[in-house]
């Protein structure tokens, strides 16, 4: 689990996606339909990376541990949470290799 608060990951989320900064802010990590919004934007980045962002964060394990994904595993990632899939797309669209700019991440 990201160590921020709801507000941060929102706003985290919405600069990553060039959200227009005079808008209110979506809730990804509470509005379901702002997370899948947000979810299939890390997924057309990096389908692979977002599966594998989602099995390290929701078991704390990497996609390493898994030979396959199952369709038990695929039944957790369709029923995510909200919070789970803002994490999930931060984690992905955050990356030091889709951002490698970016100073303050993977560090």
């Not at 099995?55 to 390493?64: A, E, P, Q, T, W």
């Not at 038990?72 to 949470?81: D, F, L, Q, V």
């Amino acid at each position: 689990m990201l160590d921020m608060t709801d507000q941060q990951l929102n706003v985290a989320l919405a600069e990553l996606t060039g959200f227009p900064a005079d808008k209110l802010t979506p809730n990804y990590c509470n509005d379901a339909a702002a997370s899948l919004e947000v979810q299939a934007v890390a997924i057309n980045k990096d389908e692979e990376g977002y599966i594998r962002n989602w099995l390290l964060n929701k078991h704390g394990k990497s996609v390493m541990a898994f030979t396959a994904v199952s369709l038990r595993t695929a039944a957790e990632i369709a029923n995510s949470s909200p919070r789970e899939r803002a994490e999930a797309a931060y984690m992905t669209l955050s990356s030091q290799d889709l951002h490698p700019l970016r100073e303050d991440i993977n560090t």
